[in-house]
């Protein structure tokens, strides 16, 4: 029986569709993939367990419900955006695994990354390797330095950053003669090196720089070697080691100046050693409290997250934010956003583009970023943002002055753009 | 090598209970290097996933240099002090983390075997209860041995505790930094061990036999 005109062609129709259908799963989603209606994927590699475990949840937290507003408002260039989230265990190598996991797996576009420095600086070449674009959240000075590179970004403040906030502060309005206590591992250094460097560059004097052993119960004999003409203390110390630290520092009668980044006391809650800390001096990345940053966009930001205008979860007060860490996560899944739309980013093989873009953006305090002003710098990946020197008064931490961006931002360390992407 | 060979097949109860003794010696003082560490004793236990590592590192794509350090670093478990809701540190924050790798466990569990065999050959000689002609050796059977154990002890607790170290090293009076020496150079340390404990076992074997030799003639 021979086939009509129409019959033949609607045939051949049918033919051709079935044929597309059929090589779809090699071709088809090729074409597809990064365009249309896929979701864009973005990687959480989260220290969900291990040390980091309490700062971690915060920071995943702020993850998630950014993607999940950026889903609500309708996703990316009109694409839903897949969260993905691995156990980085709060371990370098399995941090690094996961990585490869996120990326090779499950399809990560970009990853947001772990807060541990070593998980970070063990997975930045994995980064470079995978061509796939890194958000470090970590504090390590290298990740924006030599140990970085083109695929690494990072939004918020770290060793130099907090240093340049506060040097002048310190040696201006605390104290001329400053001695360091610091913990004796890479952080610590960091701060003690750099803290040193810029105070007597600039009329003060550190008459000694103090390293004590991680895990150390019995400070005395390193406090005892606090000179006696010490005006103030800069010190540098994490975790549960900061409660030893600052009850002994008391005990032994020092109601000196004191100085340090809020990272010492993200473990501690500090209305529980008010006397402890009263009248220390603390540079804060983003208020712990509300008050100090009461804008619409922080209070949705808190009310995302499940934060209470004390820096407290809602209905579970003993469990306190890592407040200067966890608005990084919001802020790297709406930079990526940013960077998407600039770019006009479709599918991996305009990551170039999408680097560049945000080589120098500058994006305007909002929903997106409610930290404040940012600055992506071009040469080192770095952002720049407001910070904020605050002091401790009867258990809490009170907001004194900010400090602008301008002043925060230190001399390019390295050119990533001299790399290829 | 033969008398080595020898003397594990014709014992090899006694070398399975050596070396998980010295094993166990081993475990017990980097729990209590770590309980030291925290002030405290450690009250959390964490299993890494290993099954996962061990089948990601040969599945995933990566360099084989990549791959060895990825094997090599595996976490195996960890233990520290979890701090609880309502004191003055935020609840979850751990503190004295000890972790052990793949590699610490396969270094801890050679040196343990090597360790074992030197012991069944000291044993050997003892047995003997004659060291005539290879007097030499035999000193630098018994004397090495002790300091391949020693140098073995430091090795593992350097890679496997440095930290810990450091706080030992403080509370005996010696600075702190010979704990963060241990740490920076603990492959050199590791090596070291092993080949001063490979050196023993091997002088130690040259004794027995000759103990073995006198001891029939």
Redesign the interface.
């Known amino acids: 029986m021979s086939m009509s005109h129409e019959s033949r062609r609607t045939f051949l129709k049918g033919v051709g569709v079935t044929a597309l259908a059929a090589i779809g799963d090699g071709i088809g989603p090729a074409v597809v993939r990064g365009q249309g209606g896929s979701p864009i994927v973005i990687g959480c590699q989260a220290d969900l367990?291990?040390?980091f475990?309490?700062w971690y949840?915060w920071i995943e937290k702020a993850a998630r419900a950014a993607v999940e507003r950026v889903n609500r408002e309708g996703g990316i260039q009109g694409r839903q955006v897949k969260y993905v989230v691995e156990d980085s265990?709060s371990?370098?190598?399995?941090g690094?695994?996961k990585m490869?996991?996120l990326i090779?797996?499950e399809g990560a576009d970009f990853v947001v990354g772990s807060v541990h420095s070593g998980v970070n600086l063990s997975s930045i070449p994995v980064a470079k390797?995978l061509q796939t674009p890194y958000f470090c959240i970590a504090m390590a000075a290298e990740i924006t330095a030599e140990r970085g590179n083109r695929w690494t970004f990072r939004v918020g403040s770290h060793v130099r950053s907090q240093v340049q906030a506060s040097y002048q502060f310190a040696v201006d309005r605390i104290a001329k003669k400053w001695t360091v206590v610091v913990t004796?591992?890479a952080w610590g250094w960091s701060h003690r090196d750099w803290f040193k460097k810029e105070i007597e560059a600039h009329g003060g004097k550190v008459l000694d720089a103090i390293?004590i052993?991680?895990?150390?119960?019995d400070f005395v004999?390193f406090l005892s070697r606090i000179p006696g003409d010490t005006e103030g203390i800069y010190w540098v110390m994490p975790?549960?080691?900061t409660?030893g630290y600052i009850l002994q520092l008391h005990e032994l009668g020092y109601r000196g100046k004191k100085l340090s980044p809020i990272c010492a006391v993200?473990?501690?809650?500090v209305e529980?050693?008010a006397d402890q800390l009263e009248g220390a001096w603390m540079i804060e990345y983003l208020p712990r409290r509300e008050k100090y940053r009461d804008t619409a966009f922080q209070r949705d930001f808190r009310k995302a997250v499940g934060a209470d205008p004390e820096g407290r979860e809602i209905g579970n007060p003993?469990?306190?934010i890592a407040g200067s860490h966890y608005w990084a996560a919001w802020e790297s899944v709406n930079l990526i956003k940013k960077g998407i739309e600039a770019s006009k980013w479709k599918s991996r093989k305009d990551h170039p583009a999408f680097i560049e873009a945000l080589e120098g953006i500058q994006v305007k305090e909002g929903p997106d970023f409610p930290q404040g002003d940012l600055v992506v710098r071009a040469e080192d990946h770095q952002g720049f943002h407001t910070h904020w020197m605050s002091q401790v008064t009867k258990g809490k931490v009170e907001v004194k002055f900010e400090v602008p961006v301008k002043q925060v931002m230190y001399p390019v360390p390295v050119d990533f753009r001299k790399q290829k992407a | 090598m033969r008398l080595i060979l020898a003397e594990v097949s014709a014992r090899p109860s006694r070398f399975l209970a050596l070396t998980l003794l010295v094993l166990a010696g081993y475990a017990a003082l980097i729990f209590a290097v770590t309980a030291a560490n925290i002030g405290r004793l450690p009250n959390d236990v964490h299993v890494f996933a290993v099954r996962e590592g061990l089948v990601d590192a040969f599945t995933l794509s990566m360099s084989l240099s990549d791959r060895y350090h990825l094997l090599a670093e595996q976490p195996l478990v960890e233990f520290g002090y979890r701090y609880p809701a309502g004191g003055a540190v935020v609840e979850g924050t751990m503190e004295g983390v000890y972790t052990l790798t793949l590699h610490v466990a396969t270094n801890l569990t050679l040196m343990s075997a090597l360790i074992a065999i030197y012991l069944m050959l000291f044993a050997r000689i003892l047995r003997a209860r004659r060291l005539g002609r290879a007097a030499g050796g035999g000193l630098v059977g018994l004397g090495g041995g002790p300091v391949g154990v020693l140098s073995a002890g430091a090795a593992s607790m350097a890679c496997c505790g440095g930290s810990g170290a450091s706080i030992v090293f403080s509370v005996l009076g010696v600075a702190a930094g010979v704990g963060r020496v241990l740490v920076e150079y603990d492959q050199l340390f590791g090596i070291i061990g092993l080949a001063l404990i490979i050196v023993s076992v091997w002088a130690t074997a040259r004794v027995a036999a000759a103990s073995s030799a006198c001891a029939k003639g």
């Open positions: 367990t291990g040390t475990a309490s949840y265990e371990n370098p190598a399995t690094t695994r490869r996991r090779q797996r390797e004796d591992f390293a052993p991680v895990g150390t119960k004999p975790g549960g080691d409660l993200e473990a501690i809650d529980k050693v003993s469990r306190v």
